[in-house]
């Protein structure tokens, strides 16, 4: 990967020569983006969190065990069937079966307790040990519904661990923040699904109608995609997961959700999903848990389970918040494989709530803020010297109340994105990534370049011809929205758009 990224950039879209920044090309000139207007999430951020609400702590969270009290506990091999145990339960090898990698207890009146075992993960890779040049492992953490301008408001710890790695000209990790990113739709599906596939919802010039559900598990559904051709000038849905284990890869994905029948996703809605670790198990359990303490008849939609409301929320297990969960899992796969190389897609929803009240609207976020640093921290100087960090939000807030403010409308095409390359990054990858940095960018370029990373090829047919590879070469400065595959109601450039006026949401058709 480091020494082959620079060759890695594959044919230039035809008509364009030139592919370092500034060079010539058909675009009609550098995007302009619109000023941010005045946000009442700016004023809110400048008051001292001392004098704000504050979210829950889950230190003092843990209730001692009573060994007279019958509990319930849950392990991945019940599937989903709650067991009979004593409320001192331990889990030890003997009560754990095989590939088990998370034990819960829940007793009445007290917190569940959760415990991961991620070094127990029974394998389905076979991963291969590289020598002098191993393609990096990747981590790919998004943090949904946050803009640019939020994380700068919301994210300071994060932020400032990621500036400590940014200067991109020594050894070490070389983080760079991607400002100029855009959105190609206006929820999760649509930037995950680039991100993820290289697909788009919507039909791009030199793309193929592909029907995404044809090998997703989920019945029901037809979702028509648009794909880069193939070799037979068919499309094909493909993850980069998928891909990933063709590669030999270890694989992990997780949602902070129940997944399962969730029409919300993408997983098994628009591509099939099969990896070494899910964490898909451990939080539909947590939500069955939740949707029986409460006594509500059947549990079937258990996607739908909410802990806690915007009010009042319920964010503890086992005296730590439920969403450092993902975090404890990644780390320990990272620990339980060090030679492997190993991709990983987690989605995090801190930041995804939209209360009516101002003061509520950002407390989770800001919480995980500090969970999220101190994560990352342990990661990069652990890790970091061959693992590509990929940390970024899918869009801007684009529902609740807030939406309507003209501030939100804008600030959602421009999702916070960054790419922090390994420690052993050859100079030109570093170079190029720098490069990009204010460059109109999409998910769909990120999902090329993790491909080129992995060392793989971009498809069975023809790059892409709206995705770049932002390690192999800059991407040009006039580049258009069109060129880039991003909707023209999304297009965050002022020369694209007739109307960037204030409207009644971010999913509102604007005259274009």
């Not at 890695?8 to 000023?35: H, Q």
């Not at 100079?427 to 999902?447: E, K, P």
């Amino acid at each position: 990967f480091l020494a082959r990224a620079p060759a890695g950039a594959g044919p230039p879209p035809p008509g364009e020569t030139d592919l370092t920044p500034g060079g010539s090309g058909p675009g009609a000139g550098t995007c302009r983006r619109a000023p941010l207007p005045p946000s009442t999430a700016s004023f809110f951020s400048d008051i001292p969190r001392d004098r704000r609400p504050s979210y829950p702590s889950c230190e003092n969270n843990v209730t001692p065990p009573k060994p007279d009290v019958v509990c319930g506990c849950a392990t991945p091999g019940n599937q989903g069937e709650w067991f009979s145990c004593p409320g001192d339960a331990t889990f030890g090898e003997a009560q754990l079966e095989p590939g088990d990698t998370y034990a819960l207890k829940s007793c009445p009146g007290q917190p569940v307790e959760v415990a991961l075992y991620p070094e127990r993960a029974q394998l389905t890779s076979t991963f291969t040990t590289y020598g002098d040049d191993p393609p990096p492992s990747v981590l790919f953490l998004e943090v949904d519904s946050v803009s640019l301008a939020s994380a700068q408001r919301h994210l300071p710890r994060t932020l400032a661990l990621l500036a400590e790695h940014g200067a991109c000209d020594g050894v070490g990790p070389c983080a760079v923040s991607l400002r100029g990113t855009s959105v190609v739709g206006r929820a999760s599906i649509h930037n995950q699904l680039a991100a993820l596939t290289g697909c788009s919802t919507e039909r791009i010039e030199g793309s193929v109608a592909t029907l995404a559900n044809e090998r997703a598990a989920t019945p029901g559904h037809t979702h028509t995609v648009w794909c880069p051709p193939g070799r037979d000038g068919k499309g094909q849905v493909a993850s980069l997961l998928e891909r990933a284990k063709q590669l030999r890869y270890l694989t992990l994905f997780g949602e902070e959700i129940c997944d399962t029948g969730s029409p919300w996703v993408t997983q098994h809605n628009y591509f099939p999903l099969e990896v070494d670790v899910s964490l898909s198990p451990l939080f539909c359990d947590l939500a069955f848990d939740k949707c029986i303490d409460r006594g509500f008849v059947g549990c079937d939609l258990l996607y739908m389970v909410e802990f806690g409301n915007m009010t009042h929320p319920e964010p503890c297990v086992g005296g730590r918040p439920r969403s450092e969960l993902p975090l404890e899992a990644l780390r320990g796969f990272w620990d339980a494989h060090p030679t492997g190389p190993k991709f990983a897609f987690v989605n995090a929803i801190a930041a995804h709530r939209f209360p009516v009240e101002e003061s509520l609207r950002y407390i989770a976020v800001e919480a995980y803020d500090a969970s999220l640093a101190a994560f990352l921290r342990g990661m990069l100087d652990d890790h970091g010297a061959n693992t590509l960090f990929v940390l970024r939000s899918d869009h801007g807030l684009q529902d609740g109340p807030a939406s309507l403010e003209h501030a939100a409308q804008v600030e959602h095409a421009t999702p916070w994105t960054n790419v922090v390359l390994p420690g052993a990054a050859r100079g030109a990858a570093r170079r190029n990534l720098v490069a990009n940095a204010d460059a109109l960018v999409t998910g769909f370029d990120l999902h090329r370049t993790l491909l080129r990373a992995m060392g793989a090829d971009v498809g069975d047919g023809a790059p892409s011809p709206w995705a770049r590879d932002l390690l192999g070469a800059g991407v040009p400065q006039e580049r258009t929205c069109q060129e880039a595959g991003v909707p023209r109601r999304f297009c965050p450039c002022m020369d694209e758009r007739r109307d960037m006026a204030p409207r009644d949401g971010v999913d509102e058709n604007p005259p274009v």
